[in-house]
């Protein structure tokens, strides 16, 4: 009998949290928390938990599971009289399904630890997919840290979508490093390739659509292409979230001892879809950002 904590309810956390209490093995029960419960009435009226802390989540629930923007918003529901770490009072695991720089988990997990006397842990379990994988239940979950934790998170990780062990605390954020690097490339040659072929008269519809029977298709370029064809830009992931997924690859990078042919460029592209005032637009902007510098 597990109670399961799921922190941060939006975009993507909300269906997470979803696919798992739809699943849960009969005696576990969830536990929620976030700023509104808005998009998680659904689960409140079927018999999940809502907590107005994390610190009377913590002390509920066995495992947490977080899906919210960065460390500092980590931090945030740790920290303090009514954070998470206050309310731990047995061994808890904290999952962090977050994209974030690989460093800043392994030295979230050694800091909590000590903070919590040894009684929790932090091991990492970034999502690919998008709001779309989200939905389905069908994320890639690339999951970091010891094998006895690892275990222990699985079962409702594989409610969700995919997640496969790739190494020790730190590797999942790696490998969601590596992952947002060819998925930026993506992004931004798709949204280029849209202007230049509009430019030269082509019908952009009819080219998405051939390019996506041959070499150059991908989920990127079949989720996105509506939106260049159609220029929406109407927010599923929003741009300036690219910032720091892009930093944190560089930084491995750099820790690795990688030269870089593609990630500086994608960055500065990134930053200047945010420098225009973008990003909290989809990432498809970027096709605006080229649209609208000269050569």
Request: aromatic content about 6%; glycine content about 10%.
């Amino acid at each position: 009998m597990t109670t399961v904590g799921f922190v941060g309810l939006g975009t993507m956390g909300s269906p997470m949290a979803r696919h798992m209490f739809d699943s849960l093995p009969a005696d576990d029960t969830m536990v929620l928390h976030d700023l509104s419960d808005a998009k998680v009435t659904d689960l409140l009226a079927g018999g999940a938990v809502w907590c107005a802390t994390p610190r009377e989540l913590a002390a509920k629930a066995e495992i947490v599971f977080f899906m919210v923007p960065d460390i500092p918003q980590i931090k945030a529901s740790l920290d303090g009289a009514d954070g998470l770490l206050a309310g731990i009072e047995s061994e808890t695991l904290i999952v962090v399904c977050s994209t974030v720089a690989p460093d800043a988990i392994r030295t979230l997990d050694a800091e909590v630890a000590e903070a919590s006397n040894g009684l929790a842990h932090v091991i990492d379990a970034p999502v690919s997919g998008g709001q779309v994988g989200a939905e389905a239940g069908t994320l890639s979950i690339m999951v970091g840290g010891p094998e006895e934790f690892v275990e222990q998170a699985m079962p409702y990780l594989g409610l969700a979508g995919n997640p496969v062990h790739l190494g020790p605390t730190g590797a999942g954020e790696v490998a969601k490093a590596c992952n947002q690097l060819i998925c930026a490339a993506s992004i931004v040659a798709n949204a280029e390739a849209a202007v230049v072929a509009e430019r030269a008269g082509l019908d952009v519809a009819k080219l998405f659509d051939l390019m996506s029977g041959g070499y150059a298709s991908s989920r990127i370029m079949i989720d996105k292409a509506p939106r260049y064809i159609n220029k929406d830009y109407t927010v599923s992931g929003a741009a300036a979230f690219w910032i720091k997924d892009l930093k944190a690859y560089l930084e491995e990078a750099k820790v690795t001892g990688t030269v870089t042919v593609q990630g500086d460029r994608l960055l500065d592209a990134f930053q200047g879809v945010v420098d225009a005032g973008w990003g909290e637009q989809d990432t498809a902007i970027v096709q605006k950002f080229i649209e609208e510098n000269q050569a």
